[in-house]
């Protein structure tokens, strides 16, 4: 069941996963194909990309996202949009790994009560957090380095790191 109203944390990651993402593009370049504020014809495939709202991938992105990686419930907002962000570029099971390889626990892509408690046992947030964004840039340039034509997305992908 969806809230009426979603968690003020997950309201503002959302909104800074959208300024990164733009309206309708068909890029033939692009391995996502046909998006629409970032929700993937690839990904989504019953969903009619071009006709969908705002308020329809906020949906996708609350269900098919954000519950997946248990964002209001991971220690930090920052460490939380970090999170969600890679889970809709990379998927969430990439992103939920990338946590797991940091914490030292079973990388199976699934952020439970064992990665949450990691999580706040970790020494430092912010060191996470740190080594959460370098992580995510080397799964980046590793994509590069197999497809040398993704190159045009990577400083893209880079800059939605630190932004």
């Not at 954000?66 to 209001?72: A, L, N, Q, S």
């Not at 957090?129 to 893209?156: P, Q, T």
Request: hydrophobic share 40%; with cysteine.
């Amino acid at each position: 069941m969806i809230p009426h109203h979603y968690s003020e944390r997950f309201q503002k990651c959302v909104d800074r996963v959208l300024e990164h993402e733009g309206g309708y593009v068909n890029d033939p370049a692009d391995p996502g194909g046909e998006t629409k504020f970032g929700i993937s014809k690839l990904t989504f495939p019953n969903v009619d990309i071009a006709s969908l709202t705002r308020a329809d991938a906020i949906r996708l992105y609350y269900e098919h996202y954000w519950r997946r990686i248990k964002g209001d419930q991971i220690i930090s907002n920052e460490l939380a949009l970090q999170i969600f962000d890679m889970a809709v570029n990379a998927g969430p099971v990439v992103a939920c790994q990338l946590i797991q390889e940091i914490v030292g626990t079973k990388q199976d892509g699934v952020i439970g009560s064992v990665t949450l408690a990691a999580m706040d046992r970790y020494h430092s947030v912010a060191g996470m957090i740190e080594r959460y964004k370098f992580l995510r840039a080397r799964h980046y340039c590793r994509i590069v380095s197999r497809n040398h034509s993704h190159v045009r997305f990577l400083m893209g992908w880079i800059n939605r790191i630190e932004s």
